[in-house]
């Protein structure tokens, strides 16, 4: 009687599980100093984050969000970061191979908080948005940190200039 149930709640509970972590979201521990302040501000305990995977598909994404995608430069990692700049527009670098960049289309640019101790967009240039696989929404461990992530950009690293329209068709 007891494996019957346990073998129909797995039946069901299974695929609910797999679909709710596909399509809506997952949390993930946030590694490493790039993202400090905002992430991980004390070196030995680590963030986890509730990443959002709904409606990632129609690149909602907004200057200032922390996204995470899979790294550029080795496919098998992900990486959280924050969308400094969007398509069409034009950003200063810091340490890149050209001073200011345009941005193109279907690519955003990614930096961490942690200026200098981080590899993103200064390292590897614009990066595609279909790289993006969610939006981090909230710290939900430690209990001491729970809260919802803001959308904010540092006033330093603001688009030198904002492309017209930013919604990607």
């Known amino acids: 009687m007891a494996f019957r149930f346990f073998a129909k709640s797995l039946l069901y509970g299974l695929p609910l599980g797999v679909t709710f972590l596909d399509c809506v ?10 993202m400090q302040p905002a992430l ?3 070196a030995d305990v680590r963030d986890y984050v509730f990443l959002l995977r709904w409606g990632n598909h129609n690149c909602d994404v907004e200057r200032g969000d922390i996204i995470s995608m899979v790294s550029p430069k080795d496919p ?3 990486i959280i ?8 527009d034009v950003v200063s670098t810091i340490g890149y191979r050209d001073e200011i ?3 193109p ?3 955003c640019w990614v930096e961490g908080d942690h200026t200098g101790h981080s590899m993103d967009s200064n ?10 696989t969610a939006k981090a929404v909230a710290i939900v461990w430690p209990p001491e940190r729970w809260r ?12 030198i200039q904002v492309a017209k329209t930013s919604h990607y068709n």
């Open 25 to 34: 979201g997952y949390v993930a521990r946030v590694d490493g100093i790039s």
């Open 40 to 42: 991980n501000p004390v």
């Open 76 to 78: 098998a990692q992900k």
């Open 81 to 88: 970061k924050r969308v400094v700049g969007l398509q069409g």
């Open 101 to 103: 960049v345009s941005i």
């Open 105 to 107: 289309q279907g690519h």
């Open 123 to 132: 390292s590897f240039g614009p990066v595609a948005l279909g790289l993006m």
């Open 148 to 159: 919802l992530l803001e959308n904010e950009l540092p006033r330093r690293r603001a688009p």
